[in-house]
């Protein structure tokens, strides 16, 4: 295993050009305009109790107003030509660009971000397979399935809301079950942090590369990747619900600026700083507590949760979640069967309400075994972020005997102490006593490559030149003695000159922070979003042409009329920029799978109700008259939606590459009617398999899309008809 402590993943190596991304951006754009002008104000006074819906993919037709339609079609027809290569410098050498592809093709290696601290882990992938695998055999967290459960987990949904049919909006039950699904991916992040070989190894090699034979006390933390799983939206939607309890929650506080204001400036001289930690927080909390606890937040406070959510609802969908966690790794299914996952949306609000539900019955023990001004005292100054724990106590309170009350609260919930009279960390922050003086410094871990984003990293200017205020802005937040704070500062100016940035406008966004007072600080200011503003969003790319300076050149055109300068004033455009891969996302990945046994099959959906199977070619791949090969990029039947597809006439063999947001079997009944019925036809192609094979052809599925967005199949649906050069699509 190797470890590079300098080099992180947040570095953004320069993109190729890409102009299709970017015609995406303007088309998707061209949409909001549209909108804008088709609902005008009535969008803003529209009431829709609704608190999630699904992204609406409406476009108003052309023709309703001439100068909007004209700024479009500008905008749509710009020329979007890319700088020459010679013009932008790439931020990686080409033999840094040549291990980047190399690392990426490597399949004996598996690359991981550090748990904390931002370091790189390089690790043989039989060792990562065998540490995940030795995870997942502890069956008293995870079992395995002999194929996941999707489609149960999805009726199990439907149920819920046809139960509780005064609990959900039209557009709430849209978003919570029409959406593509994907199996949940299990990974593991290394606790370089924690593992005492590591840290030995670190301390005796003392270099920014670090090399350590297969550590045995290494732990991963437990990860489940399901942005698109059955129950993620679900789960989202019950945690926009249940969020609001966390603040009735005593000891709860959001971060650690919050902490910082919890904390004394002063104390008695025999005051003990302690903090617990809860062991697996997440694995370990039984289902039925879970439920017991969020059951007691709701019948607390149920004033504060809208009306029309029921209890039962809520409770009900909550166990759903619990009880559908699956996930894939190493080709096989697994269902946790304990605790919550890591990586699902409610999991953070659902553990701080059942730490606080034990919480309720800790301090009624406290009064029992101690007395009730301690119990008092607990109640106010026993602070808990998610598993992290904190109290100040004096020497009189009998540590021991508090630790061992609190590890009696739930025979699954176990606390680690850590204790001392002078120093101790807890979140980012070390908390430092001087007599009865109690001041704050910052905390790093030893294994924390203080991996900031490099200046030379292809991110935005604004963005890079931000970075040493902010971060010498958290610096003057949290350090609360003048004299430590400058040693921060400056070790601040060696850490980012590591990373290249300029002296002065470090030096600026240093002094730009010690100018603000601490009161303001540490003081929590509330971010107002303005549904006013039109932002044009587009990855952010060196080589592709600002089309945002042609969008405000353009818009006198847009701004003739009263009405259209009232609906888009200049002010209200915005320009955003979406990040780049960086090498996180190009070198990692969350799904785990033996790399010479990943075969993607297009198969039949055998629905007796389907009867177009026959239309199916079927296999690993499909090989093309002109001898060309194409394979899928994963499994997909006739009822696969949001994908590229060919369709090979079956007398000339020819093809066409085509698209669909909807299934491939809704697809395929369109392309009959149309070779049907002439009046009906918008393709060419359809008249040529009437004339050639009486209609008849094969179809076959064979790139899946990402995310449903239409722009997007269009962009690629163009790419592949490029390289394939299809006849059929020319005839079109």
């Excluded at 690392?103 to 550090?114: G, V």
């Excluded at 909006?169 to 606790?191: A, C, I, M, R």
């Amino acid at each position: 295993m190797k470890v590079l402590n300098n080099k992180g993943l947040k570095y953004t190596p320069t993109p190729p050009a890409d102009t299709d991304t970017l015609s995406v951006d303007i088309k998707e754009f061209c949409r909001k305009l549209r909108l804008k002008n088709h609902f005008g104000d009535k969008e803003s006074k529209t009431a829709d109790e609704s608190i999630v819906r699904n992204k609406s993919t409406f476009t108003p037709e052309k023709g309703k107003n001439k100068d909007l339609d004209l700024y479009i079609n500008h905008l749509s027809n710009f020329p979007l030509i890319p700088k020459p290569q010679d013009k932008v410098k790439n931020n990686l050498p080409f033999k840094q660009q040549q291990a980047l592809y190399r690392l990426q093709k490597d399949e004996s290696i598996i690359i991981k971000e550090a748990d904390k601290g931002g370091a790189l882990v390089i690790m043989d992938r039989i060792y990562y397979r065998d540490k995940i695998q030795e995870q997942l055999n502890d069956k008293q967290y995870y079992r395995e399935l002999n194929d996941n459960m999707e489609k149960k987990t999805k009726r199990n949904i439907n149920k819920l809301i046809s139960k509780f049919p005064h609990c959900t909006t039209e557009k709430e039950v849209d978003y919570l079950t029409k959406f593509e699904v994907k199996t949940s991916n299990f990974y593991g992040l290394p606790k370089i942090h924690k593992s005492k070989e590591v840290e030995t190894a670190v301390q005796q090699q003392n270099c920014a590369y670090i090399e350590i034979n297969s550590p045995k006390d290494l732990k991963f933390r437990p990860i489940v990747a399901g942005p698109q799983c059955p129950t993620h939206r679900l789960s989202h939607f019950i945690d926009l619900i249940l969020k609001p309890l966390c603040q009735y929650v005593p000891s709860f506080i959001r971060d650690n600026f919050d902490f910082l204001n919890h904390l004394p400036a002063e104390v008695k001289e025999d005051a003990i700083l302690v903090s617990f930690d809860v062991t697996s927080l997440y694995t370990n909390i039984p289902h039925k507590l879970g439920l017991d606890a969020v059951k007691f937040w709701l019948e607390s406070y149920r004033h504060i949760i809208d009306q029309r959510f029921s209890n039962n609802f809520l409770l009900e969908g909550l166990k759903i979640i619990l009880d559908n966690n699956t996930f894939f790794f190493d080709g096989k299914y697994y269902l946790q069967i304990s605790g919550t996952a890591m990586g699902t949306k409610v999991a953070p609000t659902y553990a701080t309400l059942v730490m606080g539900f034990l919480e309720d019955k800790m301090y009624q023990q406290v009064e029992s075994e101690f007395d009730t001004a301690f119990k008092v005292y607990v109640k106010s100054e026993w602070k808990r972020f998610l598993d992290d724990c904190f109290i100040i106590l004096n020497k009189s309170h009998n540590l021991e005997k508090f630790h061992s009350l609190i590890n009696t609260l739930h025979p699954s919930i176990k606390f680690t102490i850590e204790s001392s009279e002078q120093r101790l960390p807890f979140l980012d922050i070390l908390i430092l006593k001087n007599g009865t003086t109690l001041t704050t410094d910052i905390y790093y871990k030893k294994t924390d490559t203080h991996q900031y984003l490099n200046f030379h990293s292809c991110h935005p200017s604004h963005t890079k030149r931000n970075i040493p205020f902010c971060l010498a802005r958290r610096v003057c937040t949290i350090v609360s003695d003048d004299f430590t704070k400058e040693l921060r500062l400056n070790e601040l100016k060696v850490f980012l000159k590591e990373q290249n940035y300029p002296n002065p406008l470090i030096e600026k966004g240093i002094e730009k922070a010690k100018a603000i007072p601490m009161t303001e600080l540490r003081s929590t200011a509330r971010k107002e979003s303005n549904t006013e503003l039109i932002p044009f969003v587009s990855t952010h790319n060196p080589y592709n042409p600002d089309i945002f300076n042609v969008i405000k050149a353009n818009l006198p055109v847009l701004q003739k009329t009263k009405k259209l300068k009232k609906l888009f004033p200049t002010e209200k455009f915005l320009k955003s920029k979406r990040q780049p891969l960086n090498l996180k996302k190009i070198l990692t990945r969350a799904k785990f799978y033996d790399p010479n046994g990943i075969q993607y099959n297009v198969s039949k959906c055998n629905d007796p109700r389907c009867g177009l199977c026959e239309y199916m070619a079927t296999g690993p791949q499909i090989t093309l008259k002109n001898g060309q090969t194409i394979i899928p990029n994963a499994d997909m039947n006739f009822k696969t939606v949001n994908l590229i597809y060919c369709i090979v006439c079956s007398t000339c063999k020819e093809w066409y590459i085509g698209q669909t947001g909807n299934s491939i079997c809704q697809r395929v009944r369109v392309h009959r009617q149309q070779i049907r019925d002439p009046s009906t036809r918008m393709q060419d192609v359809s008249e040529h398999f009437e004339t050639c094979s009486s209609g008849k052809f094969t179809v076959y599925p064979f790139y899946k899309m990402n995310e449903s967005n239409k722009y997007k199949r269009l962009a690629k649906e163009a790419h592949f008809i490029k390289d394939f050069q299809p006849k059929l699509n020319g005839s079109t």
